[in-house]
């Protein structure tokens, strides 16, 4: 009985100065990295209150939220106005519609800025590939406003290419009020936008991989084109996968200010998405509880699709995001 004790009385005594030992420890770090935290200070004061302490306000979604009566005093109603967006008419027409636009840009936008980061790899020529850069990473720093005003100075019934067309001889084409053309024509307008601006980061993957690689290739008499698919891409996998499970948490967001300045009532039936229906129903009709729901449901579907993602990454053999 004494022996069996023991072990069982010593294991407090031992344990006390192992746990005083790491809290020493990790004071010791924060003292010697105390400037690095206070540097890291100001973006985690703006994360908590601007990202954190918002979550708070999820809770109207589950009331009648009244400005006059407060979140105390409002009353509740659980989920009822879940069930009203899941029963509302418009609901498949929304869900539809921001799926739609999302995997267009998924399928067509999110390659282009990889392939552009690999043509750009191959020049040699310093100059012209700053050239090239600057022209391209240009568009990213236009607003929406600009984009979609050349747009209408382009494609309108009146633009450029309207006289062009008919010019020709041929009819003028509704390229702004034809519905068959706005999915298409909102992925043309991210990809010229912000294609040029997604290759800084794969530029700067592809600036990390070893020299060396690319040498014992040539020697081994590899093409450009191999090189590139044996070498560049396995190197800048990674990268790829991130990015991608990060583009997929946000299959439910669509750019608002895009959409909202080039919908009109010709396209409205494949032009609203969910967010422009909580800007509708949210600023316009002050239904803040209702509008809420839907933020939150469509974070909550965000949040899914990124969990998801990230397994079938490491199910594949990435190192997803955590």
């Not at 498949?92 to 999110?110: E, H, Q």
């Not at 309108?156 to 001889?169: D, F, H, M, W, Y």
Request: positive net charge; glycine residues 8%; contains cysteine.
């Amino acid at each position: 009985m004494d022996s069996e004790a023991a072990p069982s009385a010593a294991g407090p005594v031992t344990s006390l100065p192992l746990k005083r030992t790491k809290g020493r420890y990790y004071l010791r770090r924060l003292l010697r990295d105390r400037h690095l935290y206070a540097l890291a200070l100001p973006g985690l004061v703006f994360l908590i209150l601007f990202k954190y302490v918002p979550l708070m306000g999820l809770v109207i979604a589950f009331m009648n939220y009244s400005p006059f009566l407060g979140i105390m005093d409002s009353e509740w109603v659980g989920l009822e106005h879940f069930q009203r967006f899941f029963s509302n008419a418009d609901f498949f027409m929304l869900f539809r519609n921001t799926l739609a636009i999302n995997l267009l840009n998924l399928l067509f936008f999110f390659p282009l800025p990889i392939m552009f980061s690999l043509l750009l790899n191959e020049v040699r020529s310093e100059w012209f590939k700053r050239i090239v850069q600057s022209i391209v990473y240009l568009p990213h720093f236009l607003s929406w406003v600009i984009i979609a005003g050349i747009c209408f100075l382009l494609l309108g019934s009146e633009g450029v290419v309207n006289k062009l067309i008919t010019a020709a001889g041929m009819k003028p084409m509704n390229f702004l009020t034809n519905p068959d053309f706005f999915w298409g024509l909102l992925t043309a307008q991210s990809i010229w936008k912000e294609a040029g601006w997604g290759t800084v980061i794969f530029l700067a993957a592809i600036a990390g991989v070893d020299r060396q690689l690319y040498e014992a290739a040539i020697m081994d008499g590899a093409s450009r084109t191999r090189q590139a698919w044996h070498i560049t891409l396995p190197a800048i996998r990674n990268i790829i996968v991130v990015l991608l499970i990060l583009r997929v948490g946000h299959m439910m967001d669509v750019g608002f200010e895009q959409v909202y300045l080039m919908s009109n009532g010709a396209v409205s039936k494949v032009s609203d998405v969910i967010d422009t229906y909580v800007y509708r129903l949210g600023l316009q009709q002050a239904q803040f509880s209702f509008t809420a729901a839907v933020g939150m449901f469509k974070s909550v579907i965000g949040l899914i699709l990124v969990i998801l993602a990230n397994r079938l990454s490491k199910r594949f053999g990435e190192e997803g995001i955590y």
